[in-house]
């Protein structure tokens, strides 16, 4: 294999966004998704063989971008991001024609999906900053416009994509900035280039202190950014939820891990290494994410919204997985830091695969019910479970039950954590202490989220009549979730079909060590522990002890009357409807009040009482809200001074063309007197 | 042949550990209520009488809510399912139980959860108020006492190296000072008050109300009958009777079998069966003198029992 196959799926891309772009109404939508799919499985299938042969691809074409040239590169580690990625975006494209019958078949949006995909992959392959940054940009500008996409349905879709288009610009300015400074240092724009450069034994060449803590600190905050890092994460919530769900499964399944990828491309890559306190903090933000994304996932009664916080909850724990491999390399624990690597990777691939799947089923059940809010959900287990089943594996995946996904890459996060604890010295020991605290703390509340998703959003009766009309959706679209619900279901029970990649790929970062994460056929083992975890042994163990305690629930079956179903018996209430069951917001009435300093939510009751009396209560309205508290806390000051910094701005401008020419004169003078 | 005897012995090995947890623990309930009644100065039920209240229960007709799907009746045997697993293949009546090497700790705790998580689906399934009051409570306390119980796991992980729940009673076993460590103690505080929470004891949950606005784990289960009440209680008290089995199998390790052979498991299970019904009638006469904290007081004795982890993370770190 050699370059030619990533310009084979550079080509396939950019046609599927033509055909996207100028077919007719009829055919585009099934073209561009069809042409996008052919483009991410070749990206898959090189992924693979680089991943399995261990040898990268490259090619370089000077004709395409001015003065440096493209240049692609596919090695080990980039494939692990191009093959989530173009898995992801495969099972999106699948979906895509389905859900678009209800809307979003528009020229526009069939040009941008495919040219979205591409340039994440084009992200991820780019071998020089100039490839990096335009495929970046490319990538920043798509997504913003299919956050825009249902603009006219929604009012909140403009402020939400306003947002994103801030955060997004700021964060690409700072990756921007922090790219040039590398870049000017060492004189080329070339990745390998400069790793090298920054891999030299001794001081030569590298950059100099203080410019390469400005760098690592603009790529903390732009990439940060974008994998959703507390407290740079606010355009997340807001974006996720507006985009259509196909889109929002790739921002969710596939761009926020680009993130990750940035920041461990300028760290270990692009500067040689971060100091000890970069990756504290890369910890400290990833731990406090972890848990700020947990407690409002559990609080959100909006269904997207509730996956969007998940998402800044996962990749805290990614963020922490990275940070602590960082640490231990620093302190020269090469082993021990390959082992947190696989298991932040073994994490970035798992969610890419529950989270995609999540959007989609939501996107389904949004499209049969015409609701995202979880409070006038219900009872969709009955009316279309497929869609449930799905929804259900996912949502089971996030809160780590065993035999799905998630599970495994919570029990490796923890293994390395118990690893690094026995390995670190005493800087180590408390930052592995503060961060196995986020973590514990997380994994039970995003159990809590995630029943509250499942048990308000799809069982009991339905809350509205959107919910009690539901039908299930096409089939196309259950294929498209399906096939992510699968990859939950298989990486859960046999997470050694990609471990040994990951570690493959883990590996060629950090640089040296042994193998960590064992094979036994089927079981996952860490080097220098006794004992090993046997996902496949506990699905089929706990399989059987199900049917086992099924057939001996039937064993006196003869004697005893036949089963019947009647109305349920709540201590007796009759007449019961579905407005008197829990949901999702006194679900999680409990947490909030647990952890009221932290969500601060708003609670609001306004009695009005009849006008003859006012000991007789005319209506009572209760209005209760949780917003981002990071949002009013640090953003809504700054939007606010600016605001006022404009309408102060406002008083030079009055229209009068005199003043206008005594500006430019006062401006000529000043720069007369300045170059005198 | 080696083979097949291994096979036999490991098949006995689960058996025994299934039979004896499981009918131990609905006895275990009994020798609560018993102990309860008799400090209260009453005569109380038969210590046999969850027994024969299961084997009723079995033979009545299955009446299930007309809003319930399928989930209402997947509930019970994902929870008897889980704590069968957990009973099979845990160091309860040997340390050396079949699957050994992979009886991982943190595993463990991760499979209880799917127990828990199943039942409360199953009680926002039957679409009531009291179910989902239940669950909702429920899983408030699950996502409290979860971290609680994941740091002291990992207390009790850091000095022996391993989160194998075998070794971990094995080192205890070898080498008794491990248990007197002050990680180890610290981390015991942390899982008592995790079981007692786990299990819906008192002062966390009174597992004998039924006043509707107090209850917890009776208000999920409230709509279950027949068969599939009588699984629900198997599941919780085999939960109830492996976590008291677990926690003095780690703090108390003497009694158990090393190995395999029939008379090693009769002593084995001997032992348990004294060890946790020790346990139980502690916790029995600790419930007599307490009240039930409310609900809104229940984060501080878990933040508690969650820094008292933390603690033994730490000491374990720096004892060591």
């Known amino acids: ?676 | 042949m080696t083979e097949l005897a291994h096979f036999g012995g490991a098949t006995l090995v689960v058996a025994v550990q299934l039979v004896v947890v499981v009918a131990g623990g609905l006895l275990l309930l009994g020798v609560m209520r018993k102990t309860r009644s008799r400090l209260e100065g009453r005569v109380g039920p038969p210590v046999r009488q969850p027994l024969l209240d299961v084997v009723k229960l079995m033979s009545k007709q299955r009446v299930r809510p007309s809003s319930a799907s399928q989930v209402f009746v997947a509930g019970p045997v994902v929870l008897v399912a889980t704590a069968l697993f957990v009973a099979g293949t845990g160091p309860l009546v040997t340390s050396d139980p079949p699957l050994s090497k992979s009886t991982d700790f943190f595993a463990v705790v991760f499979i209880l959860l799917l127990g828990s998580v199943a039942l409360a689906l199953a009680a926002l399934d039957t679409g009531t108020p009291f179910a989902g009051m239940g669950a909702s409570r429920a899983m408030t306390i699950g996502a409290l006492t979860e971290p609680a119980l994941l740091v002291a796991v990992l207390a009790l992980s850091v000095p022996a190296h391993t989160s194998n729940l075998p070794a971990l009673v094995r080192e205890g076993l070898s080498d008794p000072q491990v248990i007197a460590s002050p990680g180890r103690i610290l981390a015991l505080c942390a899982f008592v008050v995790v079981i007692i929470a786990e299990t819906g004891r008192l002062p966390v949950d009174n597992p004998s109300t039924h006043l509707e606005l107090t209850m917890i784990h009776e208000a999920m289960v409230l709509e279950y009958s027949g068969p599939d009440l009588a699984l629900v209680t198997v599941g919780e008290s085999t939960r109830l009777a492996l976590l008291l089995g677990l926690l003095v199998n780690l703090f108390v390790p003497w009694g158990i079998a090393s190995g395999r052979g029939a008379v090693e498991l009769a002593f084995g299970s001997a032992a348990l069966a004294a060890k946790v019904g020790a346990a139980a009638i502690a916790i029995a006469t600790f419930e007599v003198f307490t009240a039930k904290l409310r609900l809104f007081r229940l984060p501080e004795l878990l933040a508690g029992a969650f820094v008292l982890g933390l603690l033994g993370v730490v000491t374990a770190l720096v004892v060591r």
């Open chain 1, 1 to 676: 294999m050699n370059g030619s196959v990533l310009v084979v799926e550079l080509a396939l891309g950019v046609v599927a966004a033509a055909a996207g772009g100028l077919c007719p109404e009829g055919m585009r939508l099934r073209l561009a998704a069809g042409l996008t799919i052919a483009a991410c499985a070749v990206a898959a299938a090189a992924a693979a063989v680089v991943l399995g042969t261990g040898h990268g691809v490259a090619v370089h074409s000077a004709g395409i971008l001015p003065l440096t040239g493209a240049s692609l590169d596919l090695a080990p580690p980039s494939s692990v991001f191009v093959a989530t990625t173009a898995v992801v975006a495969i099972a999106a494209c699948v979906y895509w024609p389905g859900y678009a019958r209800h809307d979003l078949s528009s020229r526009t949006v069939s040009a941008v999906i495919p040219a979205f995909v591409t340039s994440m992959l084009v992200v991820v392959e780019a071998g020089d900053a100039v490839t990096f940054l335009v495929a970046w940009e490319l990538m920043a500008a798509s997504s913003l416009v299919l956050v825009l996409a249902e603009q006219q349905r929604r009012e909140q879709t403009r402020s939400a994509a306003q947002w994103y288009a801030v955060m997004t610009s700021a964060g690409a300015g700072a990756i921007v900035l922090a790219m040039v400074l590398v870049c000017a240092h060492v004189g080329t724009v070339s990745f390998d280039a400069i790793a090298a450069v920054a891999a030299r034994p001794g001081d030569a060449g590298r950059l100099p202190g203080g410019t390469r803590d400005v760098v690592l600190v603009l790529a903390l905050l732009g990439f940060g950014s974008k994998a959703g890092m507390v407290p740079v994460h606010v355009w997340l919530p807001k974006a996720h939820p507006e985009a259509p769900s196909p889109a929002s499964a790739l921002m969710s399944g596939a761009m926020v891990n680009l993130g990750i990828y940035g920041l461990v491309l300028v760290a270990d890559r692009l500067v040689g290494g971060a100091p000890s306190w970069w990756w504290t903090a890369v910890v400290a933000f990833g731990a406090v994410s972890a848990l700020y994304g947990a407690l409002q996932a559990s609080a959100a009664s909006d269904l997207k919204r509730l996956l969007a916080y998940s998402t800044t909850d996962n990749m805290g724990l990614v963020l922490v997985a990275v940070g602590l491999s960082g640490l231990l390399a620093t302190a020269h624990e090469q082993a021990v830091a390959i082992l947190a690597l696989v298991a932040a990777l073994l994490l970035v691939v798992n969610h890419a695969a529950f989270k995609g799947c999540l959007f989609l089923s939501v996107g389904s059940i949004q499209v049969a019910t015409g609701t995202r809010d979880l409070d006038s959900l219900g009872g969709l287990a009955r009316r279309m479970p497929v869609t449930a089943l799905l929804f259900g594996v996912g949502a089971l995946s996030v809160a780590a039950v065993p035999p799905l996904n998630g599970f495994v890459g919570e029990w490796l996060l923890f293994e390395s954590l118990l690893h690094a604890l026995e390995a670190s010295g005493a800087v180590v020991g408390v930052v592995v202490t503060v961060a196995v605290a986020a973590l514990a703390l997380t994994g039970g509340l995003s159990a809590t989220a995630f029943v509250k998703a499942i048990g308000i959003g799809l069982l009991g009766r339905p809350r509205s009549t959107g919910a009690a009309t539901a039908h299930e959706v096409s089939r196309s679209m259950q294929i498209g979730a399906g096939l992510l619900a699968v990859a939950c279901v298989v990486l859960g029970m046999a997470p050694m079909l990609v471990v040994p990649s990951l570690e493959r790929a883990a590996a060629s970062l950090v640089g040296g060590g042994r193998p960590q994460v064992l094979s036994g056929g089927v079981d996952i083992a860490v080097a220098g522990m006794e004992g090993v975890l046997a996902p496949l042994w506990i699905a089929v163990g706990l399989a059987l002890l199900g049917a086992g305690t099924v057939a001996a629930r039937s064993v006196v079956r003869q004697r005893r009357p036949a089963s019947r179903a009647a109305d349920a018996w709540a201590c007796g209430r009759e007449l019961q409807t579905a407005r008197m069951q829990y949901t999702a917001t006194s679900f999680a009435e409990p947490l909030e009040r647990v952890f009221d300093d932290v969500l601060r939510p708003d609670h609001d009751l306004a009695v009005s009482h009849t006008a003859e009396s006012r000991y007789f209560v005319d209506r009572v309205v209760y209005h209760s809200a949780v917003a981002d508290v990071v949002e009013r806390v640090l953003y809504r000051p700054a939007i606010e001074a600016v605001r006022w910094w404009g309408s102060r701005a406002r008083m030079l401008q009055n229209g009068s063309v005199h003043r206008y020419l005594s500006y430019a004169l006062v401006a000529l003078l000043v720069v007369l007197v300045v170059l005198a």
